[in-house]
Structures are given as C-alpha cells and as structure tokens.
C-alpha cells in the first residue's frame, strides 16, 4: 500500500451580508460531501494565497485575505480520488462579501470538474439541521462564532 500524498490547503468561509456561507457540493471515492471553496497550496504559495485563487477559480468571486490574516481553523483530513490518497491539512480563512455574488465557477482543474456536483449558499440554522456530510465538522460552530463576532479557537485540529 502507498503512503498517503501529504498535501497543504487554504479555504475559505465565505460569508455573504445575509450570514450565508458558501459550500461547494462534490463527490469522492467515499461519497458526497459539502465543503469551503478552496483546495492545495501549490509550489511558493502559502494556505491564504491558495485559499484566495482556488476561491477565485472555482466561484468566479474575487477577494483579498490579507497577508498578515491568521486562520479561523486548521483541520486534518484524509480523502481519496482516483485510487491515490491525501493526508491534507487545511487552513480556513474567512471572508465576508459587501454584496450578494453570483457562483460562476471559470477554471476549474480536470480533478474538480470531475468531482464538482453544484454550489449552495447556507444559514447556521440549515448546516445545523442538515443530514449531509460538512467538511469540516466543526463549521457550524465555527460559522456561529464568528457571526456572534466571536473568534474560533484556530487551534489545530486533527
């Protein structure tokens, strides 16, 4: 058995004024999933650069993390697509919109058009209530402090 790729990524809680977070809808070898917009960091890039562009290509929504920005959340997770296996530790920005955005996605990777099934915008109350998998667990209580003007822990998490 091959040893898991180890892989670094930065994503995005991005929040519109109604409080809604943005969650992609895809699928992997396990099953469906809702998860941030983001994905890997690529060669001298770090997590918020990543988090940043992949928001970018895979919503069409520009914004600005700023560079001194801390994450939200570090979170560990082990998935696999196309019989290769990740060991991935994420690092969650946030991000809140002035005004409502469109979801247009315009560069996605062959990998995420493979996987991508759609895109939905989200209240507490529905993440909270919902029987579909959330990635990362903890975004509910996440999302609820920080929209109680409240900062998550930002401790690592496994």
Known sequence: MTEPVLRVGGRVLLV???????????????????????????????????AVRETLEETGIALEVADDAEPV????RDWSWAGVSYDQTDHFF???????????????TELERQTL????????????????????????????????????SGEPTA
Request: hydrophobic residues 40%.
């Open 117 to 152: 099934i759609g895109h939905r915008w989200w209240t507490v109350d529905e993440l909270r209530s919902t029987a579909e998998t959330i990635e990362p667990p903890q975004l509910v209580d996440v999302l609820t402090a920080l929209l109680a003007g409240r900062a998550p």
């Open 16 to 50: 519109d004024p109604d409080g809604r977070v943005l969650l992609i809808h895809e699928r992997i070898e396990i099953g469906e999933h809702w998860l941030t917009p983001g994905g890997g960091v690529e060669e001298d890039e770090q997590p918020r650069h990543a």
């Open 94 to 108: 946030v991000a809140h919109l002035t005004a409502s955005a469109d979801v247009v996605p315009h560069a996605l």
């Open 73 to 76: 959340l570090v979170t560990r």
